[in-house]
């Protein structure tokens, strides 16, 4: 075999995410955007997701309090944006405002949609065992939504250490999984 | 606002999964592959990975008892192997034999590498406590594995109904994540 070991402090660097999004939460009237990439699908409908936001994020208390989020799923376009977004704090930062992003209100929860991400999914918390020991929620899709104008939006996914992979072309091979 | 409302059972399209992974089990000496998407990082290091495996899979039986298991990372490269693995059972088709993969010896777990794919994560089944609700396993990863001589693994991402995109070219931002 030649392969080499490979340090599991690396690990995370293969199994490189699903796309970079952008979480919106609001508390008391404010909202926030977090930039997360730690998430997966659980259960294809009611859609579930779940998802690893540091308790070391100032979304962390609002979603823990409001139990709302909305998954807001930018294209390369947004990249910077998006970037910008997990490398300041909302503690300190009106993120909507620093990074020319529009706010629009959502059907079913508080936190508002980012207007300028091709894809919307709004969410409550649907499970909260995880969190204590691992960060780690479980949300309840309610409601998506998508921009038709959008034709093959390519998503980012983190890599690592600032390296992101942008989506690159399709193949199509009989699968039988959905 | 110009975008349209998407039914909820094609949410999963939206949140194209991580890399494509073929997970190796063994029972009794039989080994087992089976093809995966719904996975995430759940932490640095340790490497945690959480993931659904469907109690439908011949393999989540093998998982549930051994607590053990491989996850592989093909490349494009072996799309199609990939594919049939997902599109088989264990229980009827030995996958190594049929799809022409090599099975080598793991350092730390029975279950084998997959040795035509870039990288392998030998691991534990971490945490159960979700397994009985949701079919996810928390797994850590205690020894990894890389082919240093294929460069620009090329991964390929499921969005659903056999259409999968190809990582496409990486870009660099400056980022504080990890």
Known sequence: MKKRSLPLSRVYRLLEPGPVVMVTTAKKGR???????????????????????????HSFASLKATKECVINIPTVKLAEQAVACGNTSGRSVDKFKAFGLTAVPAARVAAPLI?????????????TRLVAKYNFFILEVLKAWIDPSQKNPRTIHHCGRGVFMVAGKTIALPSKMK
């Open 115 to 127: 207007d300028e991400c091709y894809a919307n999914l709004e969410c409550r918390v649907a499970d």
């Open 31 to 57: 909202a926030n955007i977090m930039t997360m990439s730690w998430h997966t699908m659980m259960e294809f409908e009611p859609p579930l997701v779940g998802c690893v936001i540091s308790n070391r994020n």
